[in-house]
């Protein structure tokens, strides 16, 4: 009845914005990305009859049972499970929190599968992936391993993510650059509901197909010139989607708009990198592992980086055997 889990974040090359079902977290687009091999998450599950009450405690602190979407997404185990066992649940993160690293995609992903196996299911990856889908929405692209779509959907059933490449078919690193640590106002959950409230998103929903096209055929030929810059437009396309929402939502610090004109600079001295960005303040720098090096050192000597994280393309979400508790 114990079972426990390490899941990968994942960054999205085409991204999930909008939902057209909140509840069941279908999204209004489908997206492309890559699991993240240094932002993980591990989680131990256990249901246990003699326990009386849920309790959850993430990154050493003991979280708030009402309304805790992690009970919600254990009540979607238990139903599944036909099972009336309450949990304890056991949840490490390897970097912060909250802060635009999709903590989330990691944290539901190991969630499902350590639950999932807890509870005794033997579920297809497919199952998987719509199951994380319903805690966090880019969680179910953290289950397929290496390189990811998320199939959109119209049915809980029709959406879920699949493997395109597995992590070794291409030597990309994201580099993340961490500007600061604090925590975002407006979650992606908020966010989401938000996106249909500027004028420019049907315009991106009508673009969204051509574009998950050529991304796949870019990395397909690994043409990483045309693939770096179609990612970046992506970025800033749906960083225009939330400075036009209402509210507007404002998630770039100077430190991180610092690094976008800067990346551009080194491109033009001759260093390939591309940046992309998610719900937050962080830049993922995206370049060919070659350039790493290079990319990590100019990152080292800025006063507005705090920390970098380098980042190979990962596994997906899997059991382990050593348990947290
Ligand atoms: O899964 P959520 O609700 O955390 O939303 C993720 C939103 C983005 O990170 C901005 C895009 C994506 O596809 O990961």
């Keep these: 009845m114990k079972a426990t889990a ?47 009450q849920d309790s959850i405690t993430v990154n050493n602190i003991q979280e708030i049972i009402e ?8 009540d979607r185990i238990r139903k599944l499970a036909n099972s009336d066992l309450k949990a304890k649940v056991i949840s490490e993160n390897n970097f912060p929190t909250s802060t635009g690293l999709s903590s989330s995609a990691s944290g539901f992903a190991a969630l499902t599968v350590a639950g999932a196996a807890a509870a005794g299911l033997q579920l ?28 959109d959907g119209d049915t809980s059933e029709t959406s879920y993510a699949v493997s395109l490449y597995p992590k070794d078919y291409w030597d990309i690193v994201d580099v993340v650059a961490v500007v600061s640590t604090i925590k975002k106002e407006i979650s992606s959950t908020e966010g989401h509901k938000l996106a249909t409230t500027s004028p420019f998103f049907d315009r991106r929903l009508q673009l969204n197909k051509e574009k998950m096209r ?79 090096k290079k990319v ?26 050593k348990h947290l508790l």
């Design 214 to 292: 050529l991304v796949k055929h870019y990395i397909k030929e690994k043409n990483f010139t045309a693939f770096g810059q179609l990612i970046e437009a992506e970025a800033l396309e749906l960083h225009a989607i939330y400075l036009t929402s209402h509210p507007s939502l404002i998630y770039l610090l100077p430190a991180s708009l610092r690094l976008l004109h800067l990346v551009k600079k080194w491109r033009q001295e001759g260093l390939e990198v591309y940046f992309t960005l998610n719900t937050g303040q962080d830049v993922h720098l995206i370049c060919e592992k070659k350039n790493a």
């Design 6 to 52: 390490v899941a990968p974040s994942n960054i999205a090359f085409i991204k999930y914005w909008g939902v057209k079902d909140e509840i069941l977290r279908l999204p209004k687009n489908g997206s492309i990305s890559m699991n993240l091999s240094e932002l993980l998450t591990t989680t131990t599950v256990e249901f246990n009859p003699d326990f009386y």
């Design 124 to 151: 297809s990856e497919k199952e998987l992936s719509i199951l994380a889908r319903q805690g966090s929405g880019s969680a179910c692209r953290s289950i397929p391993d290496g390189f990811v779509e998320w199939l």
């Design 296 to 321: 990590v050192q100019k990152l080292s000597v800025l006063d507005e980086v705090q920390n970098t994280i380098i980042n190979y393309p990962s596994k997906g979400a899997h059991l382990i055997k």
């Design 67 to 74: 309304g805790n979407r992690i009970i919600k997404h254990l």
